[in-house]
């Protein structure tokens, strides 16, 4: 039988599915497919099995908490409603709709936050990009099935190119797109009218968790006196934060950077491959959500009403 739970895990720890709106769908799709088709002996033991295949899921992308507040989201709707003294099988269908209501509003936030953001991309902006976010994708997409007439800089983002794909992706759908190496970001920034990108994890102080480079882009954009905008769904925050935790920034192997013929050549070389930094709150204008426009300053106050007990 096929095993959801360890096949989602290695898709999303290789990267074979990218994005943490995808992912955060794709691991509460994994949820309900393993509570479908497991035979369970009782509520308590659902119970459990559940939160183990939901703390497998969680460590296959440490940084992106979509994933983890996703499945934590799910796991909390099982033990609320197993309290309620539900039976096995109204437990199962519970959490199916659960995970189904999830990848709902999973995909309404993102076409909300699309209408919301193409609003801040005007005729003949020029617009820069870094990785490959689902988000600025559709805000993208619906400014320019507005008629909306701008080009599009997009990284290449290394060591995993995910900028090659948006770039591939805008052009498809007809938008000016020009695909430029990282280290190229200060050389044409001057052209940059705004900075667009999106969010792994989102911290109470407005911090941005994003791929790799981010912070540098947000550092050359500030520079430059270029607006820089973060579109991610309230999902993506990190309620932990608010307590001061801090968040786990991925280590990848360092065979993305170079190939192990090179690292056997070169043994006394340390290769680091971090896959997120950190973009300070005072190099951000605006994050976009499906909530509307924050200002860095103003998730703190989101986090609070989103997680109260928190």
């Known amino acids: 039988m096929r095993d959801a739970i360890e096949e989602t895990h290695a898709l999303v720890r290789d990267m074979k599915i990218r994005g943490a709106g995808r992912i955060a769908r794709v691991a509460v799709l994994a949820l309900k497919e393993y509570c479908d088709r497991t035979d369970f002996s009782s509520v308590a033991d659902l ?140 050389l044409y920034m001057h052209k940059v009218d705004k900075v667009l990108v999106g969010a792994d994890a989102i911290a109470a102080n407005g911090a941005v968790v994003n791929k790799i480079g981010t912070s540098q882009l947000a550092l050359v954009a500030h520079e430059s006196r270029a607006r820089f905008y973060v579109a991610a769904e309230t999902y993506k925050l990190h309620p932990t934060t608010m307590l001061g935790e801090l968040v786990e920034i991925e280590q990848r192997s360092s065979l993305e950077v170079v190939p192990r013929s090179w690292m056997e050549s070169n043994g006394g070389v340390k290769v680091k491959n971090p896959a997120f930094d950190v973009t300070p709150p005072e190099y951000i204008d605006i994050i976009i959500t499906e909530r509307g426009i924050y200002p860095p300053q103003g998730i703190v106050f989101l986090m609070k009403e989103l997680y109260p007990e928190t």
Do not use: W
């Open 47 to 186: 119970l459990g099995r559940l939160q183990k295949a939901g703390q497998r899921l969680k460590s296959a992308r440490p940084t992106a908490v979509s994933l983890p507040n996703a499945v934590n989201l799910v796991v909390s709707v099982a033990k609320k409603n197993a309290e309620k003294g539900l039976s096995l099988p109204d437990l199962k269908q519970v959490i199916d709709d659960a995970c189904d209501n999830f990848v709902a509003v999973s995909d309404k936030a993102t076409q909300t936050i699309a209408a919301i953001g193409a609003k801040r991309i005007t005729d003949g902006d020029v617009v820069m990009t870094h990785c490959n976010s689902e988000a600025v994708t559709e805000i993208f997409a619906t400014a320019h099935a507005q008629g909306k007439s701008f080009e599009v800089y997009a990284t290449e983002t290394r060591p995993r190119y995910q900028g090659r794909i948006t770039a591939a992706d805008l052009a498809r759908r007809g938008i000016d797109v020009s695909l430029i190496p990282d280290s190229a970001a200060r």
